[in-house]
T-cell receptor, first 110, second 114 residues
Framework: TQLLEQSPQFLSIQEGENLTVYCNSS?????LQWYRQEPGEGPVLLVT?????EVKKLKRLTFQFGDARRDSSLHITAAQPGDTGLYLC??????????FGTGTSLTVIP | GAGVSQSPSNKVTEKGKDVELRCDPI?????LYWYRQSLGQGLEFLIY????????KSGLPSDRFSAERTGGSVSTLTIQRTQQEDSAVYLC????????????FGNGTRLTVT
């Protein structure tokens, strides 16, 4: 099993603050995805990164894939209450499966 | 609707009973995945299908768990002789091609074993 460790596990911030969520592994992944999950629903894909060093922006969200393809980060600028949810990274590893991270639960307080 | 559909959305069962969870993937999606999620935590991989075939069953927690997929479409996950530790949300996802396209998830089945 290839583990994807996410940090922090829980994050509670005020509206308007910036934050960064990390996804780390000792294994190399051919691609990595970020999902957001809201209570009572399944995860929804936010972005896929495939190239080491790649940076993708989605409005206020910036995703980066590490040069060695072992880690990724998600940065949110000026967080909004609508950003609240469970953020999950997932990678395609050598076992040819989607391995999901441990999750970061984000709460944005109005 | 065009999304992944799971039923039932909630299931409460007594310890020792069998349960069957159903997943209707997006039409045309060849790959189907089952995951288990404990409260507010990450996803534990259970099994995936390419078409009707499940190449890797090593993620199933015990021999009480089984899954099948028929006609390259609907899949059922069966848990026999349920235990309290089986309580979790069971999520199903499908993708157009195995590993090459993003996963589309259903809203899950919340299983509670009393």
């Amino acid at each position: 099993t290839q583990l994807l460790e996410q940090s922090p596990q829980f994050l509670s911030i005020q509206e308007g603050e910036n934050l960064t969520v990390y996804c780390n592994s000792s294994s190399v992944f051919s691609s990595l995805q970020w999902y957001r999950q809201e209570p009572g629903e399944g995860p929804v894909l936010l972005v896929t990164v495939v190239t080491g060093g790649e940076v993708k922006k989605l409005k206020r969200l910036t995703f980066q894939f590490g040069d060695a393809r072992r880690d990724s980060s998600l940065h949110i600028t000026a967080a909004q209450p609508g950003d609240t949810g469970l953020y999950l990274c997932a990678g395609v590893g050598s076992g040819n499966q989607f391995y999901f991270g441990t999750g970061t639960s984000l709460t944005v307080i109005p | 609707g065009a999304g992944v559909s799971q039923s039932p959305s909630n299931k409460v069962t007594e310890k020792g009973k069998d349960v069957e969870l159903r997943c209707d993937p997006i039409s045309g999606h060849t790959a189907l995945y089952w995951y288990r999620q404990s409260l507010g935590q990450g996803l534990e991989f259970l099994i995936y299908f390419q078409g009707n075939s499940a190449p890797d069953k090593s993620g199933l927690p015990s021999d009480r768990f089984s899954a099948e997929r028929t006609g390259g479409s609907v899949s059922t996950l069966t848990i026999q002789r349920t235990q309290q530790e089986d309580s979790a949300v069971y999520l199903c996802a499908s993708s157009l091609e195995w590993l090459l396209s993003p996963l589309h998830f259903g809203n899950g089945t919340r299983l509670t074993v009393t």
